[in-house]
Structure formats: C-alpha cells, structure tokens
C-alpha cells in the first residue's frame, strides 16, 4: 500500500486524519483483535476514529476506494502472519522532509494506541510487562514533535533506528496479543538504543 495513494482517499473523503494514523489505528485493532475477530467491521471503526473521522462511514466511499482500503486491510494482516516479519509502519517515504515523517510517525502511533483502545485491550489486563513497556514507548513517541536538527546524518539515522524498533516492537505486541504464534519461544522485545 502507498501511502500517498491512502493520503489522498482519506483528503477526498474529507478526514482530518492521515494515512499514517489509518494505518495505526488498523494495526491496533488487529493486535487487540486479530483479523478473525475484527472481521468486516475495522473500517466503520478506523473512519470513526476520533475527531478527525466523524462523519464519515463506508456510504462515502466509492469502488475503487473501498478496493483500496480492503487491499490494505488484507496487505496489512497477511504482513503481521507471515514468518518473514515484513510488517512496517505505513509512513512517507525516505524521499519526503524528516520533520514530515517524524510528524506522521508521530501520528501512526496515536493511531495504532487508539486501535489498541478501541479493539478492547484493558489496560489493566495482564499481558507482559515487555508490551507495557512498548506501549508506554509508543505512547511517548505519539508525543513527538518537530525538534532541532542535530546534523542530517545523524537526524536520519535516529528516524531510521526509531521506525526499526516500532516496527519489531509493533510485531512483539501483535504474536504477544494474539498468542505467540510465530515468535521463537526465546524471542525477546526490541530495545531502544
């Protein structure tokens, strides 16, 4: 999935959120929820989500966005099963300005908490301390905000590794949530560095 091409049906559509928190907030529900149980329901509660999606519901939505938005559901869930661990957050590419990627990381996190929420993850539950400690880094990130540049390089590399370790942590959450199904009995968190 492009991210540019989801940006661009949740702007016709008129959403106040972006394609990095839809893609979150999807990722949440699914490690709260699993695909099984999320079912044909995830995009009334994605397009629902918060402020910035009220109003909006699947009527709005024309053929080839509903094709698109289904296309990410299923990329997305076939990514968290798979062995290989291709899963990554949906973000701008490489090529787009740091401050902006920084932004919707930011954003991709709010979203991903929120579907955490909303797929009925209690807080109080008792999963591991290791995803206590994702979620609150999660949820730090969630904070972040433009900063002042250190030096490109170094700026670039510390997106880099940050992407990196939402990305393992995001995985560690999801096979933790949903049973451990393709982690190795030995499999530890991320740790950032």
């Known amino acids: 999935m492009e991210y540019l091409a989801l940006r661009e049906v ?23 929820q699993g695909g099984q149980r999320l079912g044909n329901g995830w995009l009334t509660r994605v397009l ?20 698109m938005l289904a296309s990410l559901y299923r990329e997305t869930e076939q990514q968290f099963l798979e062995l290989d661990f291709t899963f990554a957050p949906l973000l701008p590419d490489d090529d787009s300005d740091l401050s902006e990627r920084i932004q919707a990381l930011a954003e991709w996190c709010r979203g991903f908490l929120y579907g955490i929420a909303a797929g009925g993850l209690d807080v109080s539950s008792n999963y591991s301390s290791e995803v206590g400690e994702l979620l609150h880094d999660l949820t730090e990130i969630s904070r972040a905000e433009i900063y002042e540049e250190q030096g490109e390089e170094e700026d670039e590399r510390a ?6 370790y939402i990305r393992l942590g995001v995985i560690f959450i999801y096979e933790e949530l949903q049973g451990r199904r393709n982690l190795p009995a030995d499999a530890e968190p991320p740790v950032l560095h």
Request: aromatic share 2%.
């Open 48 to 67: 629902e989500a918060g402020d910035g999606y009220a109003g909006v519901n699947e009527a709005d939505l024309q053929q080839g966005d509903l094709e």
């Open 159 to 164: 997106c880099m590794e940050l992407v990196e």
């Open 10 to 32: 949740l702007l016709r559509l008129g959403t106040e959120g972006g394609a990095s928190e839809c893609h979150g907030i999807l990722c949440g529900l699914l490690c709260a």
